[in-house]
């Protein structure tokens, strides 16, 4: 079964990107819940721009409403494209009720007035600045409950000597055979090992690496991967039994994608699976398991890396996604003197910031950075991190550290048999070298289309490459990629579209009359491809040839019957 996920969906990349493809209905239930929904608005007002941030919080102590005229007057000293940029972005994330506009007769109306005024009003184009600014009514409610609660966290955490009593609960208690959940709970050390672990399971299954240090993930997982698309039966097995996994076009594309972006889709596809699995089920139904994910997805965003929180305070719903997003490495579940509880992993709390530091490293190379150009300097704390671990005896798998030579060679800091898969979706495997602690590859203009037809874009191997440069490559005003290899990566891709196929059809006029007036009537319908003045031939598109043709056998009836008109006269 394939998952039809919606193009907007598809193409978000964080969080509050999805929020604002959402019904509007939906992202108000979202502030509507009564013991989450002021985390789902704190959330929000927090990711909200400085300007919007500062209409919402004064809005919130004005009863929620203001006088247009009045709101504008709080940002005097900004210009009239920030103003539109917060209110756009607070209407967009259902901050705020839809603004009043002027109608097409009063916005020329009020312009005309504004410039035979001396003092021109501060007013947007389009908007009645007799209206009201208003808050939301859940995230009214919901952002005055956050800003006067002292609750820093939507779970309770359970402290030291809670904790204990349960190890001491469990160890008095007899011993049993086989337990579904580890009985101790994990060490910092061992929650980053753990998430390691379940990503790198997932990640090397897709590519199909042959390392015997990670098992399969759950067969959960495998069945996800197929039918969110990411793998698919091997199309060239000829056998008996059923079909291997092998990966697809779009998990190659999802193979070179930043770490918070892949962790991103993972958790979509998933809320997006578990809604059209409901197929049965009423329109409801689905907005209710939707909201579920969200609200916990939020809500771990306010937990503590490390801190145990009962799974006890969950609903039985959100207890399944707390098991299944177990499997991702978002949470680990032990089960302690008959407590169930989770800790939230770093990957899980830092999601919907946006950040993951130091979250995943041998998911992406080292920790995650966003793909804006901005961001694509890392910070000085994960700069030395990668840095140690290129200086350890033994070398980290869970660090790559990318230099491109002007020659186009690829030399990278890694010992990961991941990387090594990932590096050859667009380098020549035939030039591969390794050393200790780093390998050789070349790129190579074969290598480059090989990854286009993987479905592999351009843009996608210069990010992952700066992605993963060099930290040394990073303190000087060097480029991270050299530009020739920038430059002819980004010709290669041209050159496929330097061609460009359309189906036609050819049609031949009798006389030079004909052809003129055929000329004319494919041009005023958008359907005249290419013509031929001497040859008397024009190329029509194809989808319209059917009517072209029809025109032609028009005109020559017409053109015969004046023919005889003449003839008889």
Request: glycine share 4%; hydrophobic share 40%.
């Amino acid at each position: 079964m394939q998952i039809n996920l919606k193009q907007e969906d598809e193409t978000t990349t964080d969080l509050f990107s999805f929020l604002e493809t959402l019904p509007r209905a939906s992202l108000l239930a979202l502030y509507d819940d009564p013991s989450q929904g002021q985390f789902a608005a704190k959330t929000t007002l927090q990711k909200l721009p400085e300007l919007a941030r500062q209409f919402a919080i004064r809005l919130s102590v004005c009863g929620g409403s203001f006088p247009y005229a009045k709101c504008a007057a709080w940002s005097s000293s900004r210009t009239k494209r920030d103003v539109k940029v917060a209110l756009t972005r607070m209407q967009a994330l259902c901050v705020i009720d839809p603004v009043p506009l002027l109608t097409i007769d009063e916005t020329n109306d009020v312009q005309i007035k504004n410039k035979a005024s001396a003092r021109k009003k501060f007013v947007l184009d389009g908007i009645d600045p007799r209206g009201t600014i208003k808050l939301s009514d859940p995230f009214y409610q919901a952002i005055k409950i956050s800003l006067t609660s002292i609750t820093p966290a939507p779970y309770p955490e359970l402290s030291n000597a809670e904790l204990d009593r349960f190890i001491m609960i469990e160890n008095n208690a007899p011993p049993t055979e086989k337990k579904k959940y580890p009985n101790q709970a994990p060490t910092p050390t061992e929650l980053e090992t753990f998430t390691q672990k379940r990503w790198d399971s997932v990640l090397h299954y897709l590519v199909g690496t042959d390392d015997s240090n990670y098992e399969d993930p759950p067969q959960a997982i495998q069945n996800f991967l197929e039918e969110t698309g990411l793998m698919q039966e091997d199309p060239d097995y000829r056998g008996r039994h059923i079909a291997p996994l092998i990966i697809s076009s779009k998990g190659y594309e999802f193979m070179l994608q930043d770490v918070h972006v892949q962790v991103w889709q993972f958790i979509l596809k998933y809320i997006q699976k578990m809604v059209g699995a409901q197929v049965n089920t009423e329109k409801a139904q689905k907005e209710a398991a939707r909201k579920e994910a969200l609200l916990f997805l939020i809500c771990l965003s306010y937990c503590r890396v490390g801190k145990g929180y009962p799974a006890g305070a969950l609903t039985k719903s959100t207890k399944n996604i707390m098991k299944e997003w177990s499997y991702f490495g978002l949470l680990y579940i032990c089960k302690i003197g008959g407590a169930l509880m989770f800790f939230p992993t770093r990957v899980a709390v830092n999601l919907v910031v946006g950040g993951l530091a130091d979250g995943i490293g041998s998911a992406a190379g080292s920790a995650s950075e966003s793909t804006s150009v901005a961001a694509l300097s890392s910070s000085a704390a994960a700069t030395r991190v990668l840095e140690n671990a290129l200086e350890d005896p033994i070398p980290s798998k869970n660090h790559i550290a990318i230099i491109v030579q002007t020659n186009f060679q690829v030399c990278a800091y890694t010992t990961s048999a991941l990387h090594v898969s990932m590096l050859g979706l667009f380098c020549d495997v035939t030039t591969f070298r390794r050393l200790p602690n780093v390998i050789f590859y070349r790129i190579t203009r074969d290598s480059i289309k090989g990854a286009f037809k993987l479905g592999i874009e351009a843009r996608q191997i210069l990010r992952f490459l700066k992605m993963h440069a060099h930290p040394r490559l990073r303190t000087g005003d060097q480029p991270l990629i050299p530009g020739n290899i920038e430059d002819q990566i980004v010709l290669w891709d041209r050159e496929r579209s330097r061609v460009k196929m359309e189906e036609v059809y050819s049609l031949q006029c009798q006389n030079e009359m004909e052809y003129e007036a055929v000329r004319h009537y494919t041009q005023d319908h958008d359907a005249f491809g290419w013509g031929s003045e001497t040859k008397l031939r024009i190329m029509v598109n194809y989808d319209n040839a059917e009517q072209a043709v029809t025109f032609v056998r028009k005109w020559r009836a017409r053109q015969a019957k004046k023919r005889e008109a003449r003839d008889s006269s």
